[in-house]
């Protein structure tokens, strides 16, 4: 062990600083992240004073690993239904918040007279704010409960797959040297198909996988199967010409969909906080204060492009949502800073080369000096809401004012509608699929087939295969929906030609099928284009004849929404489901609220009665969450308890206030553990003890000074078991159980 290498080291010195600086950050209530940075600058080559890490390449490399896991708990975290269910507003809001960063950012950076890399670069990094550091302010100031939290927390949602987009344009452009926007919609449309095909997959395969083997994956068998994925993912994005935050972020997102996700993040966490820890060290490793006071004004004018910026572009995208000019106001003040997203974009740019050195540590100075804003940001809201309106016409403030409008689903559509949508999702979803199969077969397995057999033959064959592996996807694009509610919907009513109009769908998507199968036959045959066409239409005709053919494609469907709805499926069994009214009380300026009970509650054993939530806070109980059960609607008589989750119905203030005082409650116990320890000690009743002449019963040991008889010592070896009834008499020796301080005050109040 005289040996060491040189990472241990460097190990050793960055996670015992970054333990000691954290600690002083949690005592300053301060994020741990900014206390990693820290950590790193010390640890880092422009701080003479104190040791320094001797190789930055290791500590690198492990930063990266970091990456990985951050993007992958993010992935876990994210869902893509999630998104489908949201509506436009989030979307909305989202994209104009990024979009119009990125553009003030990089006109911005412009200004400055840097390079065109670097100043896309800075857009991005400046469009993406921290969920980590909105997360603990909204905890610190107890905002989590307000509406206005739930919708920065849905958009941040966005900003995550968004960040994920921005970062692929950004590489294509820093690998292209290219800036055609043919460029980056070619990018863009890559990069949809290979997310549409790795989901798709991956929700069939993996979950499947899962669910065959559940009962030998144990915890620590999960822990490496998921890492694994996670992983091979990351090597295959690589292959695919991305980077490795997305295909660690892909995984994360399948996993998201799958049973186990829970017990995965909760798994994962650990090993993801130790790397992370090691990356964001390895961030203010990069701070060179050379830099910063060479560069001083642009640090001073990004944190000010982003606290204006966002307060208001972020408010305005959220009006263009649809939210009323103070939840909005609230909102965008809540988003201006940047954390961890713009690291792994600047880290992405200098891996790639392409943006100046000086960069980095600009970006974490603006984001240290933004995170200590931002509780000063959401604060500032509400005062910057009263100066608007003051200054602002009536008439105009009637329409900013107005309540949040509501999104109306699919289902409230015409049937038109919900047919024309599932078809397009239908036929997008099987296209990916078939042209992977396609690509994949004909671009690996046809030359081997030629290799192993003759030029034809193996044309052939690979020819059969492809279509064979086709076949079940091929017949859902033609024949699925036919039977559909609205299908059958529009069928009776036969309006303006509906007959005819249902036909071309069938019509339309039978030859998209056969087209399919055109391009197979023509790539590996010499026989006329026509001759070929012919032969796809046929094939496709007896596809859908096929019961086989028809039984394989339902198995398969089947298969992938089980895995889609299984974590769905199992929030319903346990109750973690919010219910379907939910949505319709934000009209009417009320929402569902979850509030999980702590520990040293004084508020434990405690019926609903005693309590009167209703008539001290204004608010209702809907629900009572515990031990995996929902108890709907609660009686008077039932009683709360530490670890249950609580699901409140009430307003902004009423859920403030109630939120407050469940804090409040909250026992704390400061004395020290060996005052809690439970000794054993004997006493010695005499005449002149008050305990003399009384029953056991009446002497209230336990009531009066926590303690509890366990015997009567009566002269042989066993104890004497106490009866209620037993008098205490002259030189009885009572053997009794209770804390240090319990008992001293017994005996100094009973023995004489």
Same mark, same amino acid.
């Given at each position: 062990?005289?040996?060491?290498?040189?990472?241990?080291?460097? &190990?050793? +010195?960055?996670?015992? !600083? *970054?333990?000691?600086? %954290?600690? /002083?950050?949690?005592?300053?209530?301060?994020? $741990?992240? #900014?206390?990693?940075?820290?950590?790193?600058?010390?640890?880092?080559?422009?701080?003479?004073?104190?040791?320094?890490?001797?190789?930055?390449?290791?500590?690198?490399?492990?930063?990266?690993?970091g990456?990985?896991?951050?993007?992958?708990?993010?992935?876990?975290?994210?869902?893509?239904?999630?998104?489908?269910?949201?509506?436009?507003s989030?979307?909305?809001?989202?994209?104009?918040?990024?979009?119009?960063?990125?553009?003030?950012?990089?006109l911005?950076?412009h200004?400055?007279?840097?390079?065109?890399?670097?100043? &896309?670069? +800075?857009?991005?990094? !400046? *469009?993406?704010?921290? %969920?980590? /550091?909105?997360?603990?302010?909204?905890?610190? $100031?107890? #905002?989590?409960?307000?509406?206005?939290?739930?919708?920065?927390?849905?958009?941040?949602?966005?900003?995550?797959?968004?960040?994920?987009?921005?970062?692929?344009i950004?590489?294509?452009?820093?690998?292209?040297?290219?800036?055609?926007?043919?460029?980056?919609?070619?990018?863009?449309?890559?990069?949809?198909?290979?997310?549409?095909?790795?989901?798709?997959?991956?929700?069939?395969?993996?979950?499947?996988?899962?669910?065959?083997?559940?009962?030998?994956?144990?915890?620590?068998?999960?822990?490496?199967?998921?890492v694994?994925?996670c992983?091979?993912?990351?090597?295959?994005?690589?292959?695919?010409?991305?980077?490795?935050?997305?295909?660690?972020?892909?995984?994360?997102?399948i996993?998201?969909?799958?049973?186990?996700?829970?017990t995965?993040?909760k798994?994962?966490?650990p090993?993801?906080?130790?790397?992370?820890?090691?990356?964001?060290?390895?961030?203010?490793?990069?701070?060179?204060?050379?830099?910063?006071?060479?560069?001083?004004?642009?640090?001073?004018?990004?944190?000010?492009?982003?606290?204006?910026?966002?307060?208001?572009?972020?408010?305005?995208?959220?009006i263009?949502?649809?939210?009323?000019?103070?939840?909005?106001?609230?909102?965008?003040?809540?988003?201006?800073?940047?954390?961890?997203?713009?690291?792994?974009?600047?880290?992405?740019?200098?891996?790639?080369?392409?943006?100046?050195?000086?960069?980095?540590?600009?970006?974490?100075?603006?984001?240290?000096?933004?995170?200590?804003?931002?509780?000063?940001?959401?604060?500032?809201?509400?005062?910057?809401?009263?100066l608007?309106k003051?200054?602002?016409?009536?008439k105009?403030?009637?329409?900013?004012?107005?309540?949040?409008?509501?999104?109306?689903?699919?289902?409230?559509?015409?049937?038109w509608?919900?047919?024309?949508?599932?078809?397009?999702?239908?036929?997008?979803?099987?296209?990916?699929?078939?042209?992977?199969?396609?690509?994949?077969?004909?671009?690996?397995f046809?030359?081997?087939?030629?290799?192993?057999?003759?030029?034809?033959?193996?044309?052939?064959?690979?020819?059969?295969?492809?279509?064979?592996?086709?076949?079940?996807?091929?017949?859902?694009i033609?024949?699925?929906?036919?039977?559909?509610?609205?299908?059958?919907?529009?069928?009776?009513?036969?309006?303006?030609?509906?007959?005819?109009?249902?036909?071309?769908?069938i019509?339309?998507?039978?030859?998209?099928?056969?087209?399919?199968?055109?391009?197979?036959?023509?790539?590996?045959?010499?026989?006329?284009?026509?001759?070929?066409?012919?032969?796809?239409?046929?094939?496709?005709?007896?596809?859908?004849?096929?019961?086989?053919?028809?039984?394989?494609?339902?198995?398969?469907?089947?298969?992938?929404?089980?895995?889609?709805?299984?974590?769905?499926?199992?929030?319903?069994?346990?109750?973690?489901?919010?219910?379907?009214?939910?949505?319709?009380?934000?009209?009417?300026?009320?929402?569902?609220?979850?509030?999980?009970?702590?520990e040293?509650?004084?508020?434990?054993?405690?019926?609903?009665?005693?309590?009167d939530?209703?008539?001290?806070?204004?608010?209702?109980?809907?629900?009572?969450?515990?031990?995996?059960?929902?108890h709907?609607?609660?009686?008077?008589?039932?009683?709360?308890?530490?670890?249950?989750?609580?699901?409140?119905?009430?307003?902004?203030?009423?859920?403030?206030?109630?939120?407050?005082?469940?804090?409040?409650?909250?026992?704390?116990?400061?004395?020290?553990?060996?005052?809690?320890?439970?000794?054993?000690?004997?006493?010695?009743?005499?005449?002149?003890?008050?305990?003399?002449?009384?029953t056991?019963?009446?002497?209230?040991?336990r009531?009066?000074?926590?303690?509890?008889?366990v015997?009567?010592?009566?002269?042989?070896?066993?104890?004497?078991?106490?009866?209620?009834s037993?008098?205490?008499?002259?030189?009885?020796?009572?053997?009794?159980v209770?804390?240090?301080?319990?008992?001293?005050?017994?005996?100094?109040?009973?023995?004489?």
């Amino acid at each position: 062990m005289e040996h060491l290498p040189k990472i241990i080291y460097d &190990l050793a +010195l960055i996670l015992v !600083l *970054a333990g000691a600086v %954290t600690l /002083i950050f949690k005592r300053l209530k301060q994020p $741990l992240v #900014l206390g990693y940075i820290v950590a790193g600058f010390l640890a880092g080559p422009h701080m003479p004073y104190m040791p320094t890490v001797s190789d930055l390449g290791s500590v690198e490399t492990w930063g990266n690993i970091g990456v990985i896991f951050l993007m992958f708990t993010l992935g876990i975290e994210f869902s893509f239904k999630k998104i489908m269910k949201m509506g436009s507003s989030p979307i909305i809001a989202a994209v104009t918040i990024i979009s119009a960063m990125s553009m003030l950012g990089s006109l911005l950076g412009h200004s400055f007279g840097w390079s065109r890399m670097d100043s &896309l670069f +800075l857009g991005g990094m !400046l *469009a993406m704010s921290s %969920t980590t /550091i909105i997360y603990k302010a909204f905890d610190d $100031l107890g #905002l989590r409960s307000q509406k206005f939290a739930t919708n920065v927390l849905s958009v941040l949602v966005l900003e995550d797959i968004l960040g994920i987009l921005l970062m692929v344009i950004l590489s294509t452009l820093a690998v292209s040297k290219d800036f055609d926007g043919m460029t980056v919609v070619d990018s863009l449309m890559r990069l949809l198909f290979y997310l549409a095909l790795l989901f798709l997959v991956g929700v069939f395969i993996v979950p499947l996988i899962l669910r065959k083997n559940r009962k030998w994956i144990g915890k620590e068998t999960l822990l490496v199967v998921s890492v694994g994925f996670c992983f091979a993912m990351v090597v295959l994005a690589v292959k695919l010409g991305y980077s490795a935050a997305f295909g660690a972020f892909m995984m994360g997102s399948i996993f998201a969909e799958t049973v186990e996700a829970e017990t995965i993040e909760k798994l994962v966490n650990p090993v993801k906080d130790l790397f992370g820890a090691v990356f964001f060290v390895s961030v203010g490793m990069l701070v060179d204060p050379a830099i910063l006071t060479q560069y001083w004004l642009p640090v001073m004018l990004i944190t000010l492009t982003i606290l204006i910026g966002q307060a208001v572009f972020g408010s305005f995208g959220f009006i263009l949502s649809g939210q009323s000019l103070k939840g909005a106001m609230q909102s965008g003040f809540s988003m201006a800073q940047i954390g961890e997203f713009a690291f792994i974009i600047a880290s992405l740019g200098m891996s790639l080369h392409v943006i100046s050195s000086f960069i980095y540590p600009i970006v974490v100075a603006v984001s240290v000096i933004t995170t200590f804003l931002t509780p000063y940001m959401i604060k500032s809201a509400p005062a910057a809401y009263g100066l608007v309106k003051k200054i602002t016409p009536a008439k105009i403030m009637v329409v900013l004012d107005k309540k949040p409008s509501q999104h109306k689903s699919e289902q409230t559509g015409s049937a038109w509608k919900r047919l024309i949508t599932a078809l397009l999702k239908q036929i997008a979803a099987y296209s990916i699929l078939c042209v992977a199969i396609t690509a994949i077969m004909l671009s690996f397995f046809l030359p081997f087939f030629r290799h192993t057999m003759s030029h034809w033959i193996g044309n052939a064959v690979c020819a059969v295969v492809t279509i064979a592996l086709l076949s079940p996807f091929l017949r859902a694009i033609v024949m699925r929906k036919n039977h559909s509610e609205e299908f059958r919907q529009i069928w009776r009513k036969n309006l303006r030609g509906s007959h005819f109009l249902l036909a071309m769908t069938i019509f339309v998507r039978y030859l998209l099928a056969s087209a399919y199968v055109y391009y197979i036959i023509n790539y590996v045959s010499p026989f006329a284009s026509w001759i070929h066409f012919a032969v796809a239409m046929i094939l496709v005709a007896l596809m859908m004849r096929s019961k086989r053919i028809k039984l394989y494609s339902i198995a398969i469907e089947r298969v992938f929404f089980q895995n889609l709805r299984s974590r769905d499926l199992q929030a319903v069994v346990h109750g973690k489901v919010k219910p379907l009214y939910a949505n319709h009380l934000l009209s009417r300026e009320i929402h569902i609220a979850d509030l999980d009970v702590p520990e040293n509650t004084a508020w434990a054993g405690k019926s609903l009665a005693e309590l009167d939530f209703s008539h001290k806070y204004g608010i209702m109980i809907s629900s009572i969450m515990r031990g995996g059960v929902r108890h709907n609607i609660p009686m008077a008589q039932m009683q709360v308890y530490p670890g249950d989750r609580l699901e409140v119905i009430g307003n902004d203030e009423q859920l403030k206030l109630f939120a407050s005082r469940m804090s409040e409650a909250v026992v704390h116990v400061d004395m020290a553990p060996e005052q809690r320890v439970m000794q054993l000690q004997c006493i010695s009743v005499s005449t002149s003890s008050p305990l003399f002449g009384k029953t056991v019963r009446d002497s209230r040991l336990r009531e009066d000074y926590r303690c509890m008889i366990v015997g009567f010592e009566e002269g042989s070896e066993a104890l004497g078991l106490p009866s209620a009834s037993r008098v205490f008499r002259d030189g009885d020796l009572v053997w009794l159980v209770g804390e240090k301080n319990s008992l001293r005050k017994l005996v100094s109040e009973n023995v004489k």
